[in-house]
Nanobody, 122 residues
Framework: QVQLVESGGGLVQAGGSLRLSCAASGSPFSINAMGWYRQAPGKQRELVAAITPGGSTNYADSVKGRFTISRDNAKNTVYLQMNSLKPDDTAVYYC????????????????WGQGTQVTVSS
């Protein structure tokens, strides 16, 4: 069974950096777009950054120039390097991937990680 396993969250002071990782386990057949979303208390989940298998990226305006998304297709892993963190970046960060499994080659499904807390103190 395919799962997304996240790591790398934590507590950091404003201006600091964190790196999130998300690996797809269970040997998926293929992975299309991968991305990171976040949800702060009382707010809707929002897209932070996304990346295609070929490396094309898309960022939320609020993180452009500070966050960098990357992926290692051989390891089925996506990363989010977060620099110059601000208190407004505090949220639970979720990994997302569009995955085709060996059990259902005709369907692309959305998978989500369990979420990792990022807290930025002022």
């Amino acid at each position: 069974q395919v799962q997304l396993v996240e790591s790398g969250g934590g507590l950091v002071q404003a201006g600091g950096s964190l790196r999130l990782s998300c690996a797809a386990s269970g040997s998926p057949f293929s992975i299309n777009a991968m991305g990171w979303y976040r949800q702060a208390p009382g707010k809707q989940r929002e897209l932070v950054a996304a990346i295609t298998p070929g490396g094309s990226t898309n960022y939320a305006d609020s993180v452009k120039g500070r966050f960098t998304i990357s992926r290692d297709n051989a390891k089925n892993t996506v990363y989010l390097q977060m620099n110059s963190l601000k208190p407004d970046d505090t949220a639970v960060y979720y990994c997302n991937a569009e995955i085709t499994t060996w059990f259902n080659l005709e369907t692309v499904q959305d998978y989500w990680g369990q979420g990792t807390q990022v807290t930025v103190s002022s």
